[in-house]
């Protein structure tokens, strides 16, 4: 078994995938797009250990996704290769956990860790104006939890007590959100009274627009379930 640092060009990934890669899983189209985009936006971490692997007779074993990135993106990428690692060990790749953002930020100490990493994840979204269900980076999660760690807390805290008493219109990521862009825009007192009505439904009229939102949550909820 040997390693080398290599610079791998678009085309080497490319002329790999073809000739190499004989007996991989099937691959994901919507991981490389994530890949490529991380690559793209030099959130890549070509140092984090991971390696491209071919076992001793040259066949790719671990690494598709990652040169099909580089393919993908266009653009050079630096990274670890291994070379001659037995091929009876392919079973073994690709076996653990990998982490995501709650578990990342729990190793930064951040409270409440998985329900700030589910906002984070929609305020990323939010921002971008991309789909709440577009996949987004432990970096990005961690960068919006940076910015607004403090604020982010209080509405956990603030939503979690509401749904304590009240019914579930919605998970606490997506009230979580909604609760975080509100909070930026109105008066706190008058954002905590609009979403205890909303949590809560208690002496809403039935032509009144929270109780139409409340009805538009629980209908999406429903309809997930």
Excluded at 17 to 29: E, H, I, V
Aim: glycine share 6%; proline share 3%; with cysteine.
């Amino acid at each position: 078994m040997n390693f080398e640092i290599k610079t791998i060009q678009p085309e080497v990934a490319e002329h790999w995938l073809a000739t190499k890669n004989t007996n991989n899983r099937p691959l994901s189209t919507k991981h490389v797009n994530f890949l490529a985009q991380q690559i793209l936006s030099d959130e890549w971490e070509p140092e984090n250990g991971e390696s491209i692997k071919f076992d001793e007779d040259g066949n790719l074993l671990d690494g598709q996704h990652r040169l099909a990135a580089i393919v993908k993106a266009g653009v050079p990428v630096t990274t670890t290769v291994a070379h001659n690692i037995l091929r009876k060990t392919f079973h073994t790749l690709d076996t653990g956990r990998n982490r995501n953002g709650g578990g990342v930020l729990a190793i930064a100490g951040v409270p409440n860790y998985n329900q700030v990493a589910a906002i984070c994840r929609y305020i990323h979204c939010y921002h971008n104006k991309i789909p709440l269900t577009t996949k987004v980076s432990n970096q990005n999660i961690l960068r919006v939890n940076e910015v607004n760690a403090d604020t982010l807390q209080m509405v956990i805290n603030e939503v979690r007590n509401l749904m304590s008493v009240g019914n579930s219109v919605a998970s606490l990521g997506v009230l979580g959100l909604l609760y975080f862009i509100a909070s930026r825009n109105h008066d706190i007192d008058k954002v905590q009274d609009f979403f205890a009505k909303l949590i809560l439904g208690t002496g809403l009229r039935i032509n009144s627009p929270i109780f139409a939102a409340r009805k538009r949550l629980m209908d999406i909820r429903t309809s997930k379930l």
